[in-house]
């Protein structure tokens, strides 16, 4: 996946996760879990961003 590709996803990620926390069903289990899921996407999502951008600019050097 691209870098590109991973920031699209990392933003869409974050504003889901916004309009989660905002929503009036916050406080359902199910919500709860699915939101708690998004996280973790998110935080692996970024790892990987992170991952290929050092990547990149190791490249350069």
């Known amino acids: ?3 590109r590709e991973l920031m699209i996803l990392k933003a869409a990620l974050e ?3 916004q309009r989660q926390e905002k929503s ?3 406080h359902h289990k199910e ?4 939101l ?5 996407l998110l935080k692996k999502v970024s790892m990987k961003l992170l991952e ?3 990547k990149k600019f190791a490249k350069v050097d």
């Open 36 to 40: 708690r899921d998004t996280r973790k």
């Open 24 to 26: 009036p069903n916050a």
């Open 31 to 34: 919500w709860k879990n699915w």
């Open 52 to 54: 290929e951008q050092s």
């Open 15 to 17: 504003g889901d996760i």
């Open 1 to 3: 996946m691209s870098i």
